[in-house]
């Protein structure tokens, strides 16, 4: 099947699921000999207005899993990028507990929106929430399967006659089922919905946290006021450059401290579907 131009399109509050993204969407440019565009759509300014592709177009489509899905406050922006046509591989990154329906969810989110996913992955990464689960990852075995994965993908696309025919297979759901829920030691449940990131005083008032939150939810004039909505993706924490923005809920640090206790082994190896 013809491409024309090979797409990067992620959403990657703390770069590792733009690492994944980029990784497979360079190295199938590099097969087909097309071009390599991106489409980072993590910051608000660049969810304005629906993207659209086209036939032609070859987009692999990356978002992070938020309890086990598509995060809730960005399922509605993914729902309107326009396909018209365009193949896509949907590409999930999760914190190694699991990925559930999230892959699904992308998928049928980017088959009703006009794309015809051809394949898909799932890639387990460093959590967004702690720096010492799955700590560096991606690393150099990730991606080296996503790059004999790009391999497998540019074959398939070459042999494709008809895309419309039946999307990938993945494992998951269908129709998706709720998020995953964290819970205490008792069984109970934590909600950390509510919960939003603090500032010490150490902050210098520079303004990057408001630039670089992937929602607009923190006030551009006082960084200690975040009056939006926060997804916990900790863009904030960890561009800060004095360490200013933190967490101290204790739901919060509880749920990480269990992500770290339950789910940081064995190390999960990244599932892929043709």
Known sequence: MKINTVWAAYFSATDTTKTVVTQIAKELARHTGRPLETFDFTLPQTRKTPKAFGPGDLVVFGTPVYAGRVPNLLIKYVASVQGNGALAVPVVCYGNRHYDDALMELRNTLRDGGFHPVAGAAFSCQHAFSPSQNAGRPDISDLTIAAGFAYDV??????????????????????????????????????????????????TQCGLCAQQCPLGAIDAEDAHQVPGKCMKCNRCVKHCPVGAKYFDDPNYLYHKSELEDLYSWPRKTPEVFL
Request: proline share 18%; with cysteine; aromatic share 6%.
């Open 154 to 203: 540019f074959q398939k696309v070459e042999g494709i006659a008809d895309p419309a025919a039946v999307p990938v297979a993945v494992p998951g759901n269908d129709p998706v089922g709720p998020y995953y829920t964290p819970r205490d030691r008792h069984g109970n449940p934590i909600n950390i919905l509510p919960v939003k990131p603090k500032t010490s005083d150490a902050c």
